[in-house]
């Protein structure tokens, strides 16, 4: 079936410009969440959301960063004013009701110039 | 002291040759342990999944776990070319926090044919 699908893949920007990612877990997966993976480094929580309410929001670096979803479908991630250190890979992962093990997608690699 | 620790590597080994990857956590409340894999510009994929003390097989892969010691480990058997990727640990605890996965930095692993 169907994974979890990010988009855009690619993303270049330019310092100080908004950004917004796009995620669309598998269906029927009821909890959703959002990574950040350096170079080099292991994957950062951000945020987690049980449905559309987001009850751990604790991983978000800054107010520039936030993150809503539609029911238990679509999240999108919106950076504002970015900056170079936003630079990284951005992961969704999703997981079924009652489960532990989350799914990843591809991921979209956000490049700050 | 970081929660979860993970030699980066990277590692390199002969075809055919036995791998171990190891993981070591410093918090007693992680009951849940994966390991995924994750291939240059994908996202992670879930590899093993254990919860309880012992070793767990699947296929060329033992995933082995001492919660007496904090010490998790990956086996893989008969290495091949295709193993080549970044491994993961991944913890999460139980109770409180129970959905949010700890992730070491990931070992970076090249099996030479």
């Given at each position: 079936g169907a994974g979890v699908s990010q988009s855009p893949s690619n993303k270049v920007t330019e310092k100080g410009k908004d950004v917004e990612l796009r995620c669309d877990p598998i269906s029927g997966h009821t909890a959703l969440y959002w990574y950040r993976q350096r170079l080099g480094q292991g994957l950062e929580f951000l945020i987690y959301f049980q449905g559309n309410s987001?009850?751990?929001?604790?991983?978000?670096?800054?107010?520039?960063f936030s993150a809503e979803r539609t029911g238990e479908s679509v999240s999108t991630l919106t950076i504002q004013?970015?900056?170079?250190?936003?630079?990284a890979v951005y992961l969704c992962a999703s997981t079924p009701p009652l489960q532990e093990t989350q799914y990843f997608g591809p991921g979209t690699r956000l490049l700050v110039l | 002291q970081k929660e979860v620790e993970q030699d980066p590597g990277p590692l390199s080994v002969p075809e055919g040759a036995i791998v171990s990857l190891n993981c070591t956590y410093?918090?007693?409340?992680?009951q849940y342990f994966m390991w995924y894999r994750q291939y240059s510009r994908k996202g992670p994929e879930l590899l093993m999944y254990t919860y309880s003390s012992g070793n767990k097989e699947d296929g060329r892969f033992t995933a082995q776990v001492d919660k007496s010691s904090k010490y998790i480990s990956l086996f893989i058997r008969d290495?091949?070319?295709?193993?080549s990727a970044t491994y993961l640990c991944a913890m999460i605890p139980s109770g409180?926090?129970?959905y949010q996965l700890t992730f070491g930095k990931g070992t970076k692993l090249s099996v030479i044919p």
């Open positions: 987001a009850p751990d929001k604790s991983g978000l670096p800054s107010d520039r004013r970015t900056q170079q250190e936003d630079s | 410093s918090n007693s409340a992680f290495s091949q070319p295709s193993d409180a926090g129970s």
